[in-house]
């Protein structure tokens, strides 16, 4: 097989930006994107790489699809392809939450826009299906694996077990696993079926070594990362000592700077902790708006997490001071982004060249391998729990003996979603349709609904 060319700064630049338009549907349609694109089409690196990245970053706090991509920028044109990935990975989302938030603060829940973020929802399900189906497919190579994934599953959906004790365990799994000598929890290996497409490392631009910059320089790491720490903490300083801790550009640096170093557990769990501190504490929110918000980060490019702008837009918005509002709101909006997202290239680029050191390493490998399986099943979980929420306007809490599930009340369920819902899964597993052309169409039909009065 003929390894791809070494692509330039140039052609990366293109290639991220198209990943980044693409980076709908949270986590496992992102994740699944830059899989499709980057180790699929462009063979920049290969599955067991890809996946090994991946571990790592699902260890990390903050949103793991866009540390991967400043991992993977960073692999392939050093320190500079990093920040060039995560920056291009966030910038279609940030625009496009900004321009609905000027939009929700100046008209409300306009009918229209409501009705394409219901089209979108419909699509966004059917990717983030497709995306479970395609990862499960590679990672779940054995049965071992399978009852990882399963039980990862039933203790967040069933018994709503933390998501860091569900990494935990399945760490712990594969390292013994990897420790007794179990080919099950072999990094790469194991006795099932490989998934559909199977990229060897050996084939792909990066090789199967580890790049000469990637390798350990602790001088340099130390000096990129307290570079780094200076762009985030710098500015809450300095914005706590101009206008005081009370100010809301002050609060909203200090809420967010600390919601980016304890973010575990995935967006929805963090998001409810954000939910009701902005609502119930700082008062920047009314109750249902956070929803709004979600929605809106459901249906555009970037990670879920880039709801906290809309959260830090409207606290600005509503607390403009002696500004316009909405020069405020979008001060503020930008400055929760800032501190969000700068800290998540602080983590790669400090913690990456040890653990590429470290691929392979065989109890590390299996305790990854176990981790990644069990990350199947978290991400499971929140197909399921987003099918619920777009498919039925109700659901109901069961709780009995540690049990804690959420239900659909079947009178409330909404039959325009279902349509649209079968009718993006049959464009994505029939049609295989793209996942733009599948996003537009779904646009258009919620709009076409809307003005049909359905």
Known sequence: ????????????????????????????????????????????????????????CMLLPGPEAMQLAVYIGWLMHRT???????????LPGVAAIMALSWIYALYGNVGVVAALFFGLKAAVLAIVVQAVIRIGGRVL?????????????????GFGVPFPLIILAAGLIGYLGARANLPTFAAGGGHGRPGPVQVEDADTVLGADVPAHARVNVA?????????????????????LMLGLDDVFSQIARFFSLMAVVTFGGAYAVLA?????????FGWLRPGEMLDGLGMAETTPGPLIMVTQFVGF????????????????????????????????LWIFLGAPFIERLRDNRLLGGALTAITAAVVGVVLNLAIWFGLHVMFDETVRIAACGLRLDLPVAASVNLPAVGLVLAALGAVFGLRLGTGVVLTGAALAGVGLYLAGL
């Open 1 to 56: 097989m003929n390894t791809p060319p070494y692509p330039t700064l140039g052609q990366a630049f293109r290639i991220w930006t198209r990943v980044g338009l693409l980076s709908f549907g949270g986590p496992a349609g992102q994740i699944a994107v830059m899989h499709r694109i980057l180790v699929e089409e462009q063979k920049w690196l290969g599955e067991r790489r890809f996946l090994h990245a991946l571990n790592y």
């Open 80 to 90: 500079l392809g990093g920040v060039i990935a995560g920056f291009l990975f966030v």
């Open 141 to 157: 190579r054995n049965r071992a694996l399978i009852w990882v994934a399963a039980a990862a599953f039933v203790a967040i959906f």
């Open 220 to 240: 340099f790491a130390l000096r990129v990362s307290g570079i780094l720490l200076a762009l985030w903490l710098v500015p809450v300083a300095v914005l706590g």
């Open 273 to 281: 902790y954000v939910a009701q501190e902005a609502v119930q504490h």
């Open 314 to 345: 409207m606290a600005a918005f509503r607390e403009a001071g002696s500004l316009p509002p909405l020069l405020a709101g979008t001060l503020g909006g930008l400055l929760t982004t800032w501190v969000t997202f700068t800290p998540c290239f």
